[in-house]
């Protein structure tokens, strides 16, 4: 199969605008001879970079084949699109510079993504987009699996696993664990799962099809673990250290997939870092750790309203690594419900809505619901919860 590479000239003919983008589109796009086809294909590449009011789920130009991994791909573009710098001091330009064609019905469209600051172009990311005529039709899907022909992969179970450093087997099986465990508590069927172990990051990104030319370029994903699923499929992004799941956490992966099945408008966030603080999803700390620097701040002797600390924020760890209050009792209150009242009474508190610092009304109504908990006692109760937590002494 023979590969044809075009160099576009940067004599521009049309520039299309939408909200505070535009697509640059060059002179010489002879990687479609087709007058009718080219500009089919300028029109789907330009509805898929910058339509911004339509859900994933409503594509239709969406290759099917690559759906998921397109959609996470979608849902950094945009999340770098509406950051605050290009919506409110430079418009975000995006410029084909090049295309190849692995054969007449597939192309690999290359763009610059920069913003122009004192008549310079300063470039953001340079993209990747694969574009296929199907059925007289233009689809588009991210570049990953471009990106994938060097690595390797493992099939266990209904998990395949993609990876370029080898791992250990047993992780990759205690990630299938955990995982279940959280379709269990979240429950959802299992379903086929790949899942995509990246060394960092901005190297997840690029397996995408975006690569930063940033250092403080947006940052979509929550602790490194990014996913997308539909009724039939999921996907997983792992972006740790090595790319070899070693400082994985399931408190991350919680964090993670609870921010994608529910509206974040209904998530109490002090119950979503809880439950993260007790399975190691703090950046920094383990539960262990956090434990210490409880104790370390709330000596026993000493008694301590909760009530009257509970949505101050207060935080008991340094200033540069944050440990709040209504996310420790979260995590020990958590803990009651898990044993008294199953996981469902943990999504119930979780999903009271919004953390407002200064009306807790609707959580403490859901507390009493499912844990019986209430105002009057909080302090009480909390005082029990830490004693058994074995965090007095």
């Not at 673990?225 to 992004?237: E, G, K, P, V, Y």
């Not at 992966?253 to 509206?263: D, E, G, I, N, Q």
């Not at 600390?309 to 944050?322: A, D, V």
Request: glycine content about 4%; charged content about 25%; aromatic content about 12%.
């Amino acid at each position: 199969m023979t590969k044809s590479l075009f160099i576009f000239s940067f004599l521009l003919i049309s520039i299309f605008t939408f909200s505070q983008s535009k697509v640059l589109i060059n002179k010489n796009l002879n990687v479609v001879k087709d007058t009718l086809k080219r500009n089919k294909m300028i029109d789907v590449l330009n509805h898929f970079i910058l339509e911004k009011g339509i859900q994933n789920e409503d594509l239709t130009i969406v290759n099917p084949d690559n759906k998921l991994e397109t959609w996470l791909f979608l849902d950094e573009l945009r999340n770098l699109q509406n950051s605050k710098i290009f919506n409110t001091r430079y418009t975000l330009m995006y410029e084909i510079t090049s295309a190849e064609v692995s054969n007449k019905n597939n192309f690999i469209i290359q763009l610059n993504c920069y913003y122009e600051g004192k008549e310079i172009k300063n470039s953001v990311a340079k993209i990747e987009i694969t574009v296929q005529e199907i059925n007289n039709k233009y689809l588009v899907s991210s570049a990953i699996e471009n990106n994938l022909t060097s690595w390797k992969s493992k099939t266990i179970e209904n998990y395949s696993f993609y990876f370029e450093k080898d791992i250990d087997e047993k992780k990759l099986r205690d990630f299938i664990t955990k995982n279940n465990q959280l379709s269990l508590n979240l429950k959802e069927q299992k379903i086929p799962t790949k899942v995509y172990c990246v060394d960092g990051v901005f190297k997840a990104y690029k397996l995408l099809g975006i690569d930063y030319k940033r250092d403080d370029s947006p940052n979509n994903f929550f602790l490194g673990i990014d996913s997308a699923t539909d009724n039939n499929q999921s996907i997983l992004i792992v972006a740790t250290q090595k790319g070899i799941l070693d400082d994985f956490s399931f408190g991350s992966l919680w964090k993670a997939r609870v921010t994608k099945k529910y509206p974040q408008k209904n998530l109490y966030l002090p119950v979503l870092e809880g439950y993260s603080y007790l399975n190691d999803g703090h950046p920094v700390y383990k539960w262990e750790q956090i434990c210490i620097h409880f104790k370390n701040a709330y000596s026993v002797s000493q008694k301590t309203d909760w009530l009257s600390l509970y949505g101050t924020r207060e935080n008991f760890s340094l200033p540069s690594t944050p440990l709040y209050i209504e996310n420790f009792i979260n995590a020990v209150i958590i803990k009651k419900i898990k044993k008294e009242k199953s996981f469902s009474g943990v999504l119930e508190l979780l999903n009271c809505g919004k953390f407002n610092e200064e009306d807790q009304d609707n959580y403490f109504k859901t507390l009493k619901r499912v844990s019986g908990i209430t105002k009057a006692d909080f302090n009480e109760m909390i005082d029990k919860l830490i004693t058994s937590e074995n965090l007095s002494k």
